[in-house]
């Protein structure tokens, strides 16, 4: 008796997984679109409210400044951290749709801290449950947002062609508050997981700050990788928009593209290949890749040109956040972790609209992510500790 009772109890609770799995990787999938929405539409953001290059520039910089503290602000209960970043995204949307001129900057930045919060604490909680499958179900996490992200451009081309944003904020709205009723009343915390989490802090021996500097090269990365997809998914639509001015609505190819690139070599990331081609192959042919890419996109800035660079770039890119994430971790399963790297995110765009206002062309902007580009070479080839240093075996064989 006791027998059948704990075989239905462990098929319902593998029915609760497998249910929660899919609403929080559909729930990631829809803040990929969301991060991604603001680079999408920005040639209409700016033409409805007066932008230049570097105004632009800046409201990225608020958008993922706000994200990044949403990532420091999300505590150790994830699941209340995730229904707060929810709630935040429904109430910052439906402000989105009546926001003026003065009030745009405030309002990106309250939608910023609800993404930050919900990315960052889904991320932690899928860590946190993976056990030793973490890398791969980041890789996988990850694969789902970039879905996401991929299907935006798609999905808001039509509003390129008008300046009424009012339908599409709504309907991020609704999706939003969707996700925050199933967080609300399906998702659970697991009291073993933030017992395990402040067992792991405990453990930490005297040497910590050895042992933190041991991962700055790998941070450095980490910021990197996020500063140069960020910029390139928030600047292509407009860099293509600008080199066909009369197809407006086909600058989102570009970005759509670009995002394809990461689906792509996400999902093959999150498959055992990885594991055969290794961390540090992977690692400099996605390096090459992007490089390669971006010299194209600055060097030939025509419409065929800009969409094989950007699914180029996307094919280089889309491994190495996962990676690098995954490793980081395994040492320090925290939302501090998100916040350093989501630096990058609001460095390198809001980098790339000054340059290209200073020098009055975006093949000057772009400059920005191409130096990203240089420093992730260089870290890697003379960096030490964590750049070097391989995933555990564990990683290495899910990756």
């Known amino acids: 008796m006791s027998g059948t009772t704990e075989t239905a109890a462990a098929e319902r609770r ?33 033409q409805k409210w007066g ?10 910089f608020v958008q993922f400044l706000g994200s990044s503290l949403g990532a420091i602000f999300s505590g150790r209960n994830r699941v209340r951290s995730m229904a707060a970043g929810y709630g935040l995204l429904v109430a910052s949307a439906c402000a989105l749709a009546f926001a003026g001129r003065e009030s745009l900057f405030v309002t990106f930045f309250a939608f910023g801290l609800g993404l930050g919060m919900a990315m960052t604490s889904t991320n932690l909680l899928v860590s946190d449950r993976a056990g030793d499958e973490r890398a791969a179900k980041l890789e996988r996490l990850n694969f789902e947002w970039s879905f996401g992200a991929m ?46 989490t402040a067992r792991g802090k405990t453990g930490v021996p005297g040497g910590r700050f050895a042992s933190l500097l041991s991962l700055v090269p790998l941070l450095v ?22 080199a066909s001015p009369l197809e407006f609505g086909g600058g989102a190819i570009a970005t759509a593209l670009f995002m394809l690139g990461v689906v792509c070599s996400r999902l093959i990331a999150s498959t055992r290949l990885l ?8 690692l400099w042919l996605s390096l090459l890749a992007v490089a390669i890419a971006l010299a194209a996109l600055i060097a030939g800035p025509h419409r065929l040109v800009i969409d094989l660079a950007a699914a180029l770039a996307g094919l280089g890119i889309g491994p190495l956040f996962p990676l690098v994430l995954s490793y980081l971790l395994e040492r320090s399963p925290e939302g501090w972790v998100l916040a350093v790297s989501g630096l990058g995110s609001m460095i390198f765009p809001w980098l790339t609209g000054v340059l290209s206002d200073h020098f009055g062309s975006l093949r000057y902007g772009l ?9 992730m070479i ?15 075996h564990s990683s290495q064989n899910q990756a």
Not at 226 to 232: C, D, K, Q, W
Request: charged share 15%; aromatic share 10%; with cysteine.
């Open 378 to 392: 260089l870290v890697s080839a003379f960096g030490v500790g964590a750049a070097r240093t391989p995933l555990p």
């Open 151 to 196: 299907l935006a451009p798609l999905g808001l081309a039509p509003f390129l062609r008008g300046d009424d944003l009012r339908l599409m904020f709504f309907t991020f709205a609704g999706l939003f508050l969707l996700m925050f009723l199933w967080v609300v009343f399906r998702e659970r915390q697991e009291p073993s997981v933030a017992a395990g």
């Open 367 to 375: 400059l920005a992510p191409c130096g990203a580009a240089l420093l």
């Open 221 to 242: 990365l980490a910021v990197c990788a996020v500063g140069a997809e960020t910029a390139l998914y928030e600047w292509l639509t407009t860099y293509s928009h600008r």
């Open 275 to 282: 594991a055969k081609l290794g961390r540090k192959q992977t």
């Open 14 to 46: 593998a029915g609760t997984g497998v249910a929660s799995s899919l609403a929080l990787g559909a729930g990631f999938a829809l803040t990929g679109a969301g991060t991604i929405m603001l680079g999408v539409l920005l040639p209409v953001v700016s």
């Open 51 to 60: 932008l230049r290059d570097d105004q632009a520039g800046l409201l990225f």
